[in-house]
């Protein structure tokens, strides 16, 4: 083979060896860029999840202070039209009809705040457990119903104060936030005298 054949035989093999160089980073970049996708749309949709979990877990928070605040402002309500109609004591039936004006007022305020939220309903009755315990009131007669009305009032007041407190602090609902920061002075001071209560 002449010189110069040999020359042209290794142009050729040179050309093939670069081509094949060539195929080869492309065929890398193609599958690096593959997964750079993959990982992208991966990342993207453990993104949307978290997202997603995090915005059934603020309104689950929300539906549950919607419905712990209607039941809490009806049962004190309830509580105390059952107080002004048994109660002798002037002590007990002042303490009731503030409840009575308060509240009525409050659920005014809720109803608003509660419009203002799409999607969620507020509970149209008592649940079982504060049902029982109006029932429980209900038999009830002289200084053993005021008694029970004042040991019911202490305890639905702490639990509305714990419950207004944390949602005006963590809500995410604006309105309902609102509503929850501008009621919880109200109920601090119903707390505080209930709690100071002297048969």
């Given at each position: 083979?002449?010189?110069?054949s ?8 040179g ?12 065929c890398?970049?193609t599958?690096?860029?593959?997964v ?24 689950s ?32 039936l002042?303490?009731?009809?503030m ?14 705040a ?15 457990d ?7 009131l ?9 008694k ?10 702490a ?7 944390d ?26 005298k ?6």
């Amino acid at each position: 083979m002449s010189r110069s054949s040999h020359l042209r035989a290794a142009a050729a093999c040179g050309a093939i060896f670069v081509l094949s160089i060539g195929g080869l980073a492309a065929c890398s970049k193609t599958t690096t860029d593959k997964v750079e996708d993959t990982t992208t749309s991966v990342v993207a949709d453990a993104s949307a999840a978290v997202s997603s979990i995090g915005a059934d877990m603020d309104a689950s928070k929300t539906q549950d202070f919607v419905t712990k605040a209607a039941i809490a402002n009806m049962f004190e309500i309830k509580t105390s039209e059952l107080a002004v109609k048994t109660s002798k004591n002037a002590d007990v039936l002042a303490f009731a009809k503030m409840m009575i004006k308060d509240h009525t007022a409050a659920g005014k305020k809720f109803e608003t705040a509660v419009a203002a939220t799409s999607g969620l309903t507020p509970p149209a009755a008592l649940d079982d457990d504060h049902q029982k315990k109006l029932d429980d009131l209900a038999t009830k007669t002289g200084t053993d119903f005021d008694k029970a009305y004042v040991d019911i009032q202490q305890s639905a007041h702490a639990e509305a104060v714990n419950l207004f407190d944390d949602y005006s602090k963590n809500g995410k609902d604006a309105a309902l936030q609102t509503f929850a920061t501008s009621t919880l002075p109200t109920l601090q001071a119903h707390k505080d005298k209930i709690d100071a209560f002297k048969e």
